[in-house]
């Protein structure tokens, strides 16, 4: 079984900085991704970034240039870092492992809370 467990969420100002960390534990084969993805009040849940296994990267054009996804293979763990923070990135941040092997299999957290106001 797959547990993620995510932290680093708070209150940041605007402009601010936080560092996500999402710790994978249990069955993960070598073969995965690894994202985050957001929901922010009333609207769909949608992607943020995501990292393979072979650390290829692929960002959401709203957090381009502001955010850097990387993850530590030895500790199963993935980081976001998320600078020049603005209002509108409040939301809660699900962390999100796709695992490929025999098939596709995919796994959340629980989620954290990010709140960007002044």
């Known amino acids: 079984q797959v547990q993620l467990v995510e932290s680093g969420g708070g209150l940041v100002q605007p402009g601010g900085s936080l560092r996500l960390s999402c710790a994978a534990s249990?069955?993960?084969?070598?073969?995965?991704?690894m994202g985050w993805y957001r929901q922010a009040p009333g609207k769909q849940r949608e992607l943020v970034a995501t990292?393979?296994?072979?650390?290829?990267?692929n960002y959401a054009d709203a957090v381009k240039g502001r955010s850097t996804i990387s993850r530590d293979n030895a500790k199963n763990t993935a980081y976001l870092q998320m600078n020049s923070l603005k209002p509108e990135d409040t939301a809660v941040y699900y962390c999100?492992?796709?695992?490929?092997?025999?098939?596709?299999?995919?796994?959340w957290g629980q989620g954290t809370q990010v709140t960007v106001s002044s």
């Open positions: 990292i393979t296994s072979g650390t290829t990267t």
């Open positions: 249990g069955s993960i084969f070598s073969t995965n991704v």
């Open positions: 999100n492992l796709v695992v490929y092997y025999r098939g596709k299999t995919e796994y």
